[in-house]
């Protein structure tokens, strides 16, 4: 592949992860809003939402960390996106390889920790606490899950393991050969997207959105693209791991949607956990089942 | 305020064609997509969980509601304004982001309402902070909530829906009618004289009497101090 080549995919790619995202967000606020009966927001409305954002003429600035911050939070996943193949582009992905994306996956949050620092403000502290808590309870099953997905492929190359899955079909899936991984996993990310009944961070009624509290204008407007790729990531991980990514855009979008309607169809209709009993829930139910899997790929 | 009119807006030459239609463009999702912060004050604010779920859902005109005035764009007053409160309200419409826009929805935010009579209460909301608009009844049913802001958001897109501007154009009027409430040592942490000159606001309306008497009896704001726990006071005997 040529440089060119490999610079227009670089830049493709994140724009490409930008659009299905936001597709993403409005799945989720359609589907929220199917199981509340109500209408839910025009097709247009996270697009609506940013160039909104983006337009205020305030733009309350709390110095420079907190802008470093919120372009840590979107460059994280703006890089983690090069490393996730999709059909017809690789990006980098073979040279990062899996343990690569783990690592860029945690910067956004470490991003919106050093920014709302800044912020001073208690309930944007008590947000970022309980933000960086929650990582803690969903990144231990993620790695046991990531881990025994590797060491059943022999490789932590997404690329491979992407190949391994297609190649029998949907038997080889990693769904099918490692279903208590899969089901692990799915917990793991539902508890990523920060939803409810995970929502500990956000909690809009307890400590007035958190991390998000002082934000306004293009702040709160970076937040809102980061979680289309947040969305995007997690959800486009999954696939690969599991669901043998995608052969082609149709078959890769189509699984990618499916795989977050999951979480998101059981969000909204649960209330908010505390703290301690997510540590509890991830650190008990995922990480058993993971740990079960991780015994069934090495017998 | 009868003069508000008269004041010569002046718009900003725009030769670019393509600016203009990223002007519009801006209008349209600034109109279509709105945060609202709604100070619940009063009776009013039952009316809006009906306007916000299932029956009449807001979400599919694009309004949220949120939970910070930094992330809002409209202030939403839903009843009657005590003394007391509208300090609460001032400060919080003071950090909102601009473009910003308050809605009073109530007969008490007209004109007192049925507590025209309280010595408590602020009668006309309008003379504290410039209202765009204002759907009376008491209290409004959802549909007229919706209906008030459907026309708050053409209003937005014809880009009628300025009234932020006013506040830092007549300073001086809206401060006045403040300190004639809260006393003349009233002070809000925003330095909105400074603000005006930011957003190239400042006309004669801004300062005046009352941004002096401001002025005399300003304290310098100062960070709050950090400290871990609290140390509790002994409880007077
Ligand atoms: S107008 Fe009526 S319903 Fe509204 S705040 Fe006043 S008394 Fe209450």
New binding site residues.
């Given amino acids: 592949m040529s440089a060119t080549e490999l610079l227009i995919e670089l830049i493709l790619m994140p724009l490409v992860a930008f659009v299905v995202g936001m597709m993403m967000v409005l799945m989720m606020r359609r589907i929220a809003a199917k199981l509340q009966r109500r209408i839910g927001p025009p097709f247009f409305q996270p697009l609506y939402d940013i160039v909104k954002l983006h337009s205020k003429k305030t733009q309350v600035s709390h110095g420079l960390i907190h802008d470093i911050g919120i372009v840590m939070a979107m460059g994280g996943y703006i890089a983690a996106e090069t490393l996730l193949p999709v059909p017809g582009m690789n990006g980098i992905a073979e040279k990062g390889g899996i343990i690569t994306l783990l690592y860029l996956m945690m910067i956004p949050s470490l991003g919106l920790a050093l920014g709302v620092g800044q912020c001073a403000n208690p309930n944007g502290s008590i947000g970022i606490a309980r933000a960086l808590t929650a990582m803690l309870a969903y990144d231990i099953p993620l790695v046991i899950v990531v881990f025994g997905v590797a060491y059943a492929a022999g490789t932590t190359n997404l690329i491979d393991i992407i190949a391994v899955q297609q190649a029998g079909g949907f038997e080889t899936w990693g769904a099918t050969q490692m279903p208590l991984l899969a089901i692990a996993g799915l917990i793991a990310m539902h508890a990523s997207l920060g939803k409810q009944p995970f929502e500990i961070y956000i909690a809009p009624a307890e400590i007035a959105t958190g991390p998000m509290v002082e934000m306004g204008g293009k702040y709160l407007g970076g937040l809102f693209v980061m979680q289309c790729f947040q969305l995007y990531t997690t959800s486009v991980l999954y696939v690969c791991l599991f669901l043998g990514g995608g052969t082609n855009w149709f078959d890769f979008l189509l699984k990618s949607f499916l795989v977050l309607a999951i979480p998101m169809s059981i969000a909204y209709l649960f209330p908010r956990y505390r703290t301690e009993d997510l540590l509890r829930l991830m650190w008990k139910w995922p990480v058993m089942l993971g740990l079960i899997g991780v015994a069934f790929v090495f017998v | 305020m009868g003069s508000i009119k008269q004041i010569p807006v002046v718009e900003a030459k725009r030769t670019n064609p393509l600016a203009r239609v990223f002007d519009d463009l801006v209008r349209f999702c600034r109109s279509r997509s709105l945060f609202i912060l709604h100070y619940c004050?009063?009776?009013?604010a039952i009316e809006l969980p009906p306007a916000m779920t299932s029956r009449f859902d807001m979400e599919r005109l694009g309004i949220q509601p949120m939970v910070s005035p930094r992330q809002a764009d409209i202030l939403l007053i839903?009843?009657?304004v005590s003394i007391k409160t509208l300090k609460r309200v001032i400060l919080t419409y003071e950090q909102m982001g601009s473009p910003k826009y308050v809605i009073g929805?109530?007969?008490?935010?007209v004109n007192g309402?049925?507590?025209w009579q309280s010595y408590a209460t602020a009668k006309k909301l309008d003379e504290y902070m410039p209202v765009d608009l204002y759907i009376a009844?008491?209290?409004p049913r959802p549909e007229a909530v919706i209906a008030g802001l459907q026309q708050l958001m053409d209003k937005i897109h014809s880009g009628e829906a300025s009234s932020w501007e006013d506040y830092y154009r007549n300073y001086d009027y809206y401060l006045g009618n403040q300190q004639k409430l809260f006393g003349e040592d009233w002070q809000t942490p925003t330095d909105v004289i400074s603000e005006a000159k930011h957003y190239d606001l400042l006309s004669e309306g801004t300062l005046g009497d009352h941004t002096r008497l401001l002025e005399q009896h300003q304290k310098p704001l100062e960070a709050l101090e950090m400290r871990l726990g609290h140390e509790q006071e002994e409880p007077a005997k």
């Fill in positions: 004050t009063g009776c009013g839903t009843g009657y929805i109530c007969s008490c935010t309402g049925m507590y009844g008491c209290m």
